[in-house]
């Protein structure tokens, strides 16, 4: 099995903030495209590229060898695979689904169960970056699915991401995410926490930020998001609503394994009240006003 620009046309549902970036980067690189989206005119700037538009995932599967998909929560990865007009009711026998939505490890299972009914092979591949990270070509994508599938999309895996790995069978990829996630969780208000800290000290923050992101606190969090913490920029970057959809995931795994994860819930319990002060659709720094507001209730 091999994936060439002049025989294989690519699939891709949801074009939203990172999912335009990531199907974007395949069109520069000479593949075809076929997109759906919930909302078109988040299309519309890759049929100006010269991406064809159709009406349904199903449409967009029947006419495409490898169909790819970032939506936003797992009732939608479930009504996309296998709703009316879902990809399993369009997709020809041999084609490959990829699942790069952050979603359920069960769900991916049931996914690639039902795909291999229909001689479709199915792969959970879920990315870590951020915007800045589908931009830039410069994703972490964690795989999980048949050895060989994984090694046929390589080539394209790494088109859109710098870090590949190949986690295991069905759902080991969305398991390897929730590890991911709740190390962030933990970064996240760490990285608040230290910048509250540093302005109550006095600190010149950004002259603060140049020392600790030199050493052992170095991390993602820090180089991207405390910079635009310090510019008053929230409205950018992952939403909070999807995290609160990851954290939710990852707690109810733990649950089912008998496993504690105090910090997690705890991180969690801030976010819903960013969430229920209006910041669902900002981005994951806006943690850092629900701690503002916490301290000033102090």
């Known amino acids: 099995m091999q994936f060439s620009t002049t025989d294989t046309r690519i699939g891709w549902i949801g074009t939203g903030v990172m999912g335009q970036w990531m199907c ?107 915007d800045v990270g589908a931009r830039n070509a410069a994703l972490s994508i964690m795989v999980g699915g048949d050895k060989d599938t994984v090694k046929a999309l390589t080539p394209l895996f790494e088109i859109m991401g710098k870090q590949l790995v190949h986690q295991g069978p069905a759902g080991s990829g969305q398991h ?6 709740i190390v962030i969780a933990g970064t996240m208000i760490g990285m608040c926490e230290s910048l509250l800290y540093g302005e109550k000290a006095g600190l010149d923050l950004e002259v603060m930020l140049s020392s600790i992101t030199g050493g052992a606190a170095a991390c993602w969090s820090l180089d991207n998001l405390a910079p635009r913490i310090l510019k008053g920029e929230f409205d950018t970057g992952f939403f909070v609503e999807h995290f609160v959809k990851d954290m939710g995931i990852a707690l109810e795994e733990a649950r089912r394994m008998n496993l504690a994860l105090p910090g997690l819930a705890l991180v969690n319990q801030l976010y819903q009240a960013v969430m229920a002060h209006g910041g669902s659709r900002m981005g994951t720094q806006a943690l850092m006003r629900a701690l503002k507001q916490l301290n000033n209730a102090i």
């Open 24 to 130: 974007r980067h395949l069109m520069d690189h000479g593949f075809q495209a076929t997109v759906t989206n919930r909302t078109k005119a988040k299309a519309q700037p890759l049929m100006d590229l010269g991406a064809e538009w159709k009406e349904t995932p199903e449409e967009v599967a029947a006419a495409s060898d490898v169909i790819f998909t970032i939506v936003g929560f797992p009732k939608d990865v479930e009504e996309v695979y296998l709703g009316e007009s879902g990809i399993l009711k369009g997709a020809r026998p041999g084609a490959v689904v990829v699942d790069m939505t952050t979603t359920s490890p069960s769900l991916a299972q049931t996914i690639y169960k039902e795909a291999a009914s229909k001689d479709v092979r199915a792969v959970d591949a879920p990315v870590s970056g951020g």
């Open 176 to 181: 390897t995410k929730m590890c991911n996630q």
